[in-house]
């Protein structure tokens, strides 16, 4: 709901402090990758921009592998990549 990056650095700052006063594990683990990242979280603020089409076509290439387990000709199973989804 900001625009501003000093209030969203401000308010992901408390929420991390909230979620290691919960003592609740499986909080700290995504608190921790927030962590690690929040310099390309808080870069959303900068441009308004995403990698949702990136991780939208990395899932599509990964359900085509996952139809063509074994694929045996890596240069075919590229050509056919390519020509599906380019």
């Known amino acids: 709901q900001n625009t501003d990056i000093k209030i969203a650095y401000t308010k992901l700052a408390h929420w991390y402090k909230q979620v290691e006063e919960s003592g609740?594990?499986?909080?700290?683990t995504v608190a921790n990758s927030i962590s690690l990242n929040y310099r390309?979280?808080?870069?959303?603020f900068v441009n308004r921009s995403t990698n949702a089409?990136?991780?939208?076509f990395n899932a599509k290439?990964?359900?085509f592998r996952a139809q063509l387990r074994e694929v045996k000709?890596?240069?075919?199973?590229?050509?056919?990549?390519?020509?599906?989804f380019a």
């Open 24 to 28: 609740f594990k499986s909080f700290q």
């Open 40 to 44: 390309s979280i808080l870069n959303y």
């Open 61 to 63: 290439i990964k359900a």
């Open 53 to 56: 089409s990136a991780e939208s």
């Open 73 to 84: 000709n890596t240069e075919f199973f590229l050509f056919r990549l390519s020509r599906i």
